[in-house]
């Protein structure tokens, strides 16, 4: 269960990083291989991998064998589409998708799996407050699990932003997708409704019978 811990504290840190695109025309990006696509504003930004272990490497956490597991075994997302070009010096509204492999997991049960890391989620990060879910809901037409948190991001140059993430869980078959989302509390570098446009706009294959 570490290892899915790990890949949704990449998701919920809130800096832009990590874009490995199937295919990316304009504003869209497409994934045949899961049958993914999504669409970003004209004025967001799709993001390279380059910036992956650089911005990792500047999360400050208590847990220093978690932030050792977190560098080697992070998982690259499909996608992430940032508000602001980066380098920038808040923190910067971005939606990730990432694509993991059920396993052991009840896929007919995704608010099961939420619950299953909700309590490693709270010993990572400073302040930490669940202020909704796990609850479930539909995400472009399936069965998904929703939970929404609040805590205090802390960087090793000192600085610490009062972050809002948000986190979608949408089984598919043998595998499922996680859609993590970061903004300030105060919505003051990009707001939540500008993220909800975004997850608006996801198309997910049905997988034939």
Known sequence: MKDLAITI????????????????????????????????PNDWNFVSAEKNLENLKQIQLDDEEFHELMLRHSTVPLVTIAK???????LNPSL??????????PGDQPIQILELILPQMRSMFADFEVIQGPMEL???????SYAKFHYLLETQDGNSFPTCSELWLVPRG???????????????TG???????????????KIEN
């Open 174 to 188: 043998n595998f499922f997708f996680l859609i993590g989302a970061g903004t300030r509390q105060d919505e003051k």
């Open 84 to 90: 602001h070009r980066e380098p920038y010096d808040d």
């Open 138 to 144: 539909d995400v472009a037409g399936h069965q998904a």
């Open 9 to 40: 504290f990449v998701l919920l840190v809130s800096f832009a990083y990590f874009a490995e695109a199937d295919t990316i025309e304009e504003n869209e990006f497409q994934s045949q291989g899961v049958g993914l696509s999504v669409t970003k």
């Open 191 to 205: 707001s939540r409704d500008e993220i909800q446009s975004i997850l608006s706009s996801l198309k997910i294959e």
């Open 96 to 105: 990730k998708i990432t694509v993991r492999p059920l396993g052991g997991l």
